[in-house]
């Protein structure tokens, strides 16, 4: 134990001894670093001092010299403001002396203003004498006119302004016929080129049809089956097709009567595949009226797409070209729309080409003059505006609108393409066997003429003649003159185009007749 205890205090004395060492020696390298830092900061401050005082004298500098150049750049501003002072009071001097040789050379021209001033007035006064006395001597002159003629001065003047008038009238009458005639000659001629070139170019046919289809039946027997027990076939075909069955006297046949002549084209086929078919039940009728309906779309599709081919028009929108093919079932007349549209395309393509136009945008416009057709019994409103604005919904040029609007003259023209179309299409109108006219409507347009005709001042009577292509006016002779028929006749004209609506033109004919009758006794 003793042993134990000798060894821990040698220990402990150990420990007191190293950390009283550790103690003196941190003391001592804490005085050592003192002095150390001590010492830098004081050579700090020392090279602090003389860089400020360096600073100091180098700003002193700086200063000195700004001042300098501050008053060296003052003397230089005041030198040239005293110059340009200099050349201001120069310039003043310079524009009061020209000031100066103006206001004198005004005050000259004013003296000579007044002089000639007065000149002017004593010439004025000498004009103001000699006016009166030529008044004085006109007066004379007109009192012995009226005395030589015995006439009055407003007697002559109407004596005078009726023979005037009476030449004007000839001489323009005369003039008038000349350039119509050379005109119509021209036009006729170079018209005549132009129309006979382009139908002898174009070949197109005819269909007529009507409101109604018949369809042909292998014998009576097959009418009762088409009619069905308590009519329930007929009933059926009438409803799914929109078409109405007309079974009557007339042997082995039945008619189909409906103003869509789509509808009814569909009814036609469906009824005639049933009869060939000899299965007749409503079911039956429902499968061929659908597959005849597949049957004219696909046509309508095929005939459209020919229409475009065989006139050469590409770029239609693909409801456009369908909305042609719908014209294959559309007459007008008995003319039919799409042959019609079709031959109308190739006349303004070749009259174009002969022209000078563009024969891409005649034909286009030609083939779609009519396109309202298609589904003006279903859309209201003319066909006219119904195909302009199917062609404004498919982006169609301005040039193809004014076409269409313009070809039945319902607008002014704005392009000479919108002249081609409407010229073709009443060449495609108007060519014998092309369309077919009621009875009252030809009768109405001749009757129209004739009063037309009639309603002029100085006319006897008229008459249309030569199916309403030309009108005979027996005109008053003592009414009308020479002269006056020609300046009628245009007027009667006129009235013609304004006022009445015909395929073609119209001759205008007027008569003059004198007559003298004597009785011998």
């Known amino acids: ?32 670093r003192t002095k150390v830092y001590e010492a830098k900061v004081g050579a700090a401050e020392k090279v602090a001092e003389e860089i400020k005082a360096e600073a100091e004298k180098t700003a002193e500098t700086m200063k000195r010299e700004a001042l300098l150049e501050a008053k060296e750049e003052a003397m230089r501003a005041k030198h040239d403001f005293d110059r340009e002072k200099k050349e201001q009071r120069a310039e003043l001097q310079r524009s009061e002396k020209r000031l100066i040789s103006k206001e004198e ?20 006064q000498e004009l103001d004498l000699l006016r009166a006395k030529a008044q004085e001597a006109a007066e004379k002159q007109v009192e012995e006119l009226e005395r030589i003629s015995g006439l009055t001065s407003d007697k002559a003047k109407e004596y005078l302004l009726q023979t005037v008038r009476d030449d004007v009238k000839h001489e323009m009458a005369v003039l008038v016929k000349d350039l119509e005639s050379k005109a119509r000659d021209e036009a006729d001629k170079k018209a005549k080129e132009i129309v006979i070139g382009a139908i002898q170019r174009c070949a197109a046919d005819y269909v007529t049809d009507s409101t109604i289809s018949v369809v042909q039946l292998p014998n009576d027997e097959m009418k009762g089956r088409i009619i ?41 086929i469906a009824l005639e595949r049933l009869i060939i078919d000899g299965r007749i039940h409503p079911t039956r009728i429902e499968e061929m009226v659908e597959k005849a309906q597949k049957e004219v779309d696909a ?10 081919i065989k006139t050469g028009v590409h770029g239609l929108h693909p409801e456009i070209i369908k909305l ?38 005649a034909k286009r416009a030609g083939l779609l003059h009519d396109i309202g057709k298609s589904v003006d019994h279903e859309v209201e409103g003319t066909h006219v505006q119904i195909g302009v604005d199917i062609c404004k919904k498919y982006k169609e040029s301005n040039i193809v609108l004014n076409a ?9 023209f ?72 020609i300046l009628l006749g245009r007027e009667l004209a006129e009235k013609i185009e304004s006022e009445l609506e015909y395929p073609g033109q119209i001759k205008v004919s007027l008569i003059r007749e004198m007559r003298a009758t004597a009785y011998a006794k």
């Not at 269409?404 to 002014?412: L, N, P, Y």
């Not at 008459?463 to 005109?475: D, F, K, N």
């Open 1 to 32: 134990m003793e042993t134990t205890d000798v060894i821990i205090l040698i220990i402990v004395s150990v420990v007191v001894t190293a950390v009283v060492v550790a103690l003196i020696a941190w003391k001592a390298s804490g005085a050592y």
């Open 105 to 124: 050379n005004i005050d000259r021209k004013m003296e000579s203003l007044e002089k000639k001033e007065q000149r002017m007035n004593q010439k004025e």
């Open 228 to 268: 069905g027990r308590e009519g329930r076939n007929i009933r059926t075909i009438e409803t799914l097709t929109g078409v109405d069955l007309i079974i009557d006297d007339t042997p082995e046949a039945v008619i189909l009567s409906c103003y869509d002549p789509i509808r009814r084209e569909v009814a036609r």
């Open 299 to 308: 046509t309508i599709r095929e005939e459209g797409e020919a229409a475009v």
């Open 324 to 361: 042609l093919g719908r014209m294959k079932f559309r007459t007008s007349y008995g003319q039919n729309a799409l042959k019609h549209s079709i031959e109308v395309s190739i006349l303004s393509g070749l009259i174009a080409a002969e022209m000078g136009q563009d024969v891409r945008i």
């Open 404 to 412: 269409i609007e313009a070809h039945h003259g319902d607008v002014e």
């Open 414 to 485: 704005g392009s000479l393409i919108a002249c081609i179309v409407q010229a073709a299409d009443t060449i495609s109108a108007a060519r014998p066997g092309a369309r077919r006219e009621t009875l009252e409507t030809y009768t109405n347009r001749l009757r129209q003429l004739e009063d037309i005709a009639n309603s002029f001042k100085g006319v006897d009577r008229s008459y249309a003649i030569q199916a309403g292509r030309e009108v005979r006016v027996m005109v008053v002779p003592e009414q009308i003159s020479d002269d006056d028929m």
